[in-house]
């Protein structure tokens, strides 16, 4: 048994937290000790879950959360890896819990602006709710496995608006995007497997690829996001099982495609006949979303949204649409990852649906979007488009290098995410960090974090630690 795997179980014993947590918290501890050290490879997912008993999918949520705070690095293909920029500094969310809003800016995470436009609808939801038959139907349902014929109706209407005609019976209730996205790539790959995606990613899916053990193949981007020609190539010259696209704002560039470049994606996935994956999370905030690729190759597409970056985070409700001869076992492997999606929450979702409280709530969602990047780029001297984004890509000057930004703007309490959990395979990360518009509790507290990263842009990096250098 080792060090670590020691820290680790006392950790399990003595947290509430949830067990991944505990195992990140566990692993930026030992970081923080100096048990483990800077450029030190972590044990592999399997090992780690094997010697300390838990799912491999626990530790990869576990890597996740301590590469989201910094302390980890990984890289599809080679391995996890303790960050440089943490393995000699101590971070406050290890000694005092996470960090309040008042002490630090998230400028780190997406998901939806909270107000009291969300708390009241959430209000008026439950006392309906309550008040109704179906009320005590809920609590006690446990099936039908993808949902409630009722809340897999009302998804209908709503997926409608969004351009994906499709009958009730096709659409599966999750437990948000990422359950979705389980379910859907484990219906479609196999170990060893390859797959195609942007080479700049939602980190989400390459946590994913270390937790089934397929391989991401990165797709070239343009100013639209996958380059058609690029993916074409790719698809000649290796075996695709599967090809994973977010056309509207993906993350972490915020391209989105036109309607000509999603014809051409599905006219790619019929051509060679792979299945496509798309993630269309932030479709609901555009005033006028475009087609989504699944309607225009339904034989082939697994659509995929939610309302957690777009309605209210903590609903983790979301919809996944397979195609219609694959709903059996897309169901089937729904039942095995979570029985079935909380029928509470889709309860919930459901009356906003069907009271229009989604579209005020998404409408509110557009007008807050607007002012927090009109305001970003104002602050930070950024050319604005008419695009409403969660989040801004930003390149960094030289000579800063990301991890120093990132690391001065925590000493001066502001969260940012860098561009290397994004990065698929081998190559250098850009030097880019992630801006989320949506984390900060307030307009204000938004510009206070805006002004520290417009501050540190006109800065010089301090000096390379010769620490580092030993």
């Given amino acids: 048994m080792t060090i670590l795997e020691d820290v680790i179980r006392e950790q399990l014993t003595s947290s509430r937290s949830p067990r991944y947590q505990a195992i990140a918290e566990a692993i930026c501890k030992a970081i923080d000790q100096g048990i483990l050290h800077a450029s030190e490879k972590l044990p592999t997912h399997r090992a780690l879950a094997e010697a300390i008993g838990v799912s491999i999918q626990t530790v990869s949520y ?38 309040k809003s008042n002490e630090f800016v998230d400028l780190s995470i997406v998901y939806a602006t909270a107000g009291e436009a969300q708390e009241s609808a959430f209000a008026d939801a439950l006392r309906d709710i309550a008040s109704q038959p179906e009320g005590r139907e809920l609590i006690n349902a446990i099936k039908p496995f993808a949902g409630l014929m009722r809340h897999r109706e009302a998804a209908a209407r709503w997926l409608a608006k969004l351009g994906l005609d499709v009958p009730a019976e096709q659409v599966c209730i999750t437990n948000g995007a990422t359950h979705a996205l389980l379910t859907a790539m484990a219906s479609l790959v196999h170990p060893g497997d390859n797959v195609a995606c942007a080479e700049l990613v939602d980190h989400g899916l390459i946590s994913l690829a270390r937790t089934l053990n397929f391989r991401l193949e990165g797709v070239a981007l343009d100013e639209q996001g996958i380059i058609p020609e690029a993916l074409a190539t790719l698809c000649e010259q290796k075996q695709i099982a599967a090809i994973c696209v977010t056309p509207t704002l993906n993350n972490p560039t915020g391209q989105s495609m036109s309607l000509a470049r999603r014809q051409a994606i599905a006219e790619i996935a019929r051509r060679f006949d792979i299945p496509l994956v798309e993630d269309d999370v932030f479709a609901t905030i555009q005033p006028q979303p475009l087609p989504p690729i699944s309607s225009l190759v339904p034989e082939l ?43 509470i929450s889709a309860g919930i979702a459901s009356h906003w649906i069907d009271s229009g409280k989604v579209d005020a709530l998404a409408e509110w969602q557009r007008g807050e979007l607007r002012s927090r990047y009109q305001l970003a780029c104002d602050i930070l001297k950024l050319p604005a488009d008419e695009t409403i984004k969660s989040f801004i890509l930003l390149p960094l000057p030289e000579p800063w290098r990301v991890d120093d930004f990132v690391n001065q703007a925590r000493q001066q309490k502001v969260l940012l995410t860098p561009a290397e959990p994004f990065v698929v395979g081998h190559q250098p990360a850009p030097h880019f960090v992630r801006l989320s518009l949506t984390a900060a509790a307030s307009r204000d507290e938004l510009t206070r974090g805006l002004q520290v990263v417009a501050q540190l842009l006109k800065q010089t990096p301090p000096p390379i630690s010769m620490e580092y250098l030993v």
């Avoid at 705070?69 to 971070?91: D, I, L």
């Fill in 62 to 99: 576990a890597y996740a959360f301590a590469e989201q705070e910094g302390y980890v690095v990984g890289k599809v293909g080679s391995g996890t890896y303790v960050s440089h920029q943490r393995a000699q500094q101590e971070v406050d969310f290890l000694k005092n819990g996470a960090p």
């Fill in 301 to 343: 597409g697994y659509y995929i949204t939610s309302f957690t970056k777009v309605i209210a985070a903590g609903l983790r409700i979301g919809y996944l649409v397979p195609p219609h001869n694959q709903v059996a076992p897309v169901t089937g492997r729904l039942r095995a990852s979570s029985w079935m999606a909380s029928p």
